[in-house]
């Protein structure tokens, strides 16, 4: 059996109360083999010149050692100067029952880069972890969808580091429909003027399923600007922790951060943390954050009883409508498909 190590993942970058147990999380995970990367187009991996030495990750320097060489696979893309690039990958745990990969992708000058990252369910339980680097040059754009749709008992790691030049901009999507839980580490540093993100995630828990997130976003140039939103829905006894971090650095004159966060809680048992940070070493900037969390109320059940529907086909239409909303922004048909598809089986209560 592999070797488990014990590890603090998703690290606040600045720590609040201990008896909260926000500050960070505690995992065991054991180092495994490489795990299956396979790339619908193009079908081979590019070579890339000039990435960071080192990059910041979400979930942290102590799950370096799940990403050494020798157990990892690696795989790469870029897009040249100028070129318009898009890639598929499904990424799936493979024979092992441990395995992890890295995925790096960069884009030149002007370039515009999209990959879409499927985590595949496997078909025994397990871990999988996954560190995605991320490098958007000057005046270029990198488009990163990730669809984590891994079944129970198999969980993710899901770790994801992005530098911004200036101009440089990170659209983000995550969308989250599986059964098994995700620990979801986001870092992106936007480091020149005019950088940008935009992050948006969409999950459905259900069960006892975990969601653990840890998204950092440092303002270093001026005029940058971030937008986060994270939208979802608990049921039965899941549990959902949710750190955003918007971090204006000294010299980040003029930049933006906004966060919002909307939850839909449907069940009992339901365990919801959110806590948003803004920390600020520069005076002349714009930073906000808002949260929305609540059940389904008497009037709005009552307006679908009135059409025929009781309590659980309408909290099965609310979710579904919640999520289809960010499916809708992933932007393949196929994948669109897959992820309806396994959103279906999610909210079936009878198989659950």
Same mark, same amino acid.
């Given at each position: 059996?592999?070797?488990?190590? @014990?590890? !603090?993942?998703?690290?606040?970058? &600045? ?41 910041? %990750?979400?979930? /942290? ?10 157990? %990892?696979?690696?795989? &790469?893309? &870029? ?12 990424? /799936?745990?493979? !024979?092992?029952?441990? @395995? &992890? ?8 000058? =002007? ?26 040059? !000057? ?38 429909? =599986? !059964? ?45 600007? @971030? ?16 750190? =955003? ?41 714009? /930073? @906000? ?15 679908? =009883? ?10 099965? %239409? ?35």
């Amino acid at each position: 059996m592999e070797e488990q190590n @014990s590890m !603090k993942i998703n690290q606040l970058p &600045s720590k609040t109360w201990y008896w909260l147990g926000l500050n960070d999380t505690k995992v065991k995970w054991a180092a495994g083999a490489p795990c299956e990367i396979c790339a619908e187009e193009p079908s081979a991996d590019d070579e890339i010149t000039g990435f960071p030495e080192a990059m910041n %990750t979400g979930a /942290g320097k102590e799950t370096d050692v799940l990403f050494a060489p020798e157990q %990892t696979k690696n795989w &790469s893309v &870029s897009a040249k100067e100028g070129q318009t690039k898009q890639v598929t990958l499904s990424i /799936g745990q493979g !024979k092992e029952t441990v @395995s &992890s990969g890295k995925i790096r992708a960069a884009a030149e000058e =002007g370039a515009s880069l999209t990959v879409f990252e499927v985590f595949e369910p496997a078909q025994a339980a397990g871990q999988l972890a996954v560190r995605t680097e991320l490098y958007a040059k !000057k005046n270029s754009r990198i488009r990163l969808v990730q669809v984590m749709m891994r079944g129970e008992g198999q969980e993710l790691l899901n770790d994801v580091g992005c530098i911004c030049e200036e101009n440089g901009a990170l659209d983000l999507l995550q969308v989250v429909v =599986g !059964k098994g839980d995700v620990y979801d580490g986001i870092w992106t540093e936007l480091q020149k003027d005019h950088a940008s993100l935009q992050a948006k995630i969409g999950y459905l828990l259900q069960n006892q399923q975990k969601f653990d997130v840890n998204l950092n976003v440092r303002h270093f140039g001026k005029v940058t600007k @971030s937008t986060i939103q994270a939208d979802g829905t608990l049921m039965d006894a899941a549990e959902k922790i949710f750190r =955003g971090t918007i971090d204006f650095v000294r010299g980040s004159a003029d930049s933006v951060g906004a966060e919002t966060e909307q939850v839909l809680l449907l069940g009992d048992d339901v365990v919801n943390k959110t806590i948003p940070v803004i920390l600020c070493a520069e005076e002349n900037v714009q /930073g @906000s954050h808002g949260a929305a969390i609540g059940e389904l109320d008497e009037e709005t059940l009552f307006y679908f =009883g009135a059409r025929g529907m009781d309590r659980t086909q309408a909290e099965n %239409t609310i979710a579904r409508a919640k999520l289809e909303a960010k499916i809708q922004k992933i932007g393949d048909a196929d994948i669109e498909q897959k992820v309806k598809t396994q959103l279906a089986e999610v909210l079936d209560r009878d198989n659950r």
